[in-house]
């Protein structure tokens, strides 16, 4: 008989951090932005603004004027987690449920991955970049098209 031990680390919660960037803002420049607010994963840009109070409440009344610069910027995820020492050289695998719509994914500074398609789920293989102790999670998620602009003003 064969016998498979997985551990899981769930990286969803209330503290990753979120920052707009101008479309082709480097890993390194998303870094180093000092615009960081509090995130929820899973979650949306929107809330998170929201939350933040950089815009108006976007339940009720007219929407802010803003939320056309929102879906223009790229949106940075970003997260901090520790890996204990018994994970360390075991096959790791980040999964995710998906990402609207398109996004690059980073760990310790390194690209990982790219996946494209609404809410699809995804895997990618880390074992090669995670770290004993900490690691820092990165996602880029896309501007929105600009020809799908004219769906949202």
Not at 27 to 35: D, F, L, Q
Not at 60 to 68: E, F, K, Q, R, V
């Amino acid at each position: 008989m064969n016998t498979v031990l997985k551990h899981k680390i769930d990286l969803s919660g209330k503290d990753w951090m979120i920052c707009a960037a101008q479309p082709g803002t480097s890993c390194e420049e998303a870094t180093k932005s000092p615009s960081w607010i509090p995130a929820n994963v899973p979650g949306n840009v929107q809330s998170d603004v929201e939350s933040a109070k950089l815009i108006k409440p976007i339940w009720y009344g007219p929407l802010d004027d803003d939320m056309t610069n929102l879906a223009l910027n790229d949106w940075w995820y970003q997260k901090e987690f520790t890996v204990s020492r018994d994970l360390q050289g075991k096959r790791s695998t980040l999964l995710f449920y998906g990402v609207d719509y398109s996004c690059d994914v980073y760990l310790n500074g390194k690209k990982i991955g790219r996946n494209e398609g609404t809410f699809k789920r995804f895997r990618l293989d880390i074992t090669d970049v995670i770290q004993q102790g900490a690691n820092v999670l990165q996602v880029k998620v896309d501007a929105m098209p600009k020809e799908l602009l004219e769906w949202i003003v």
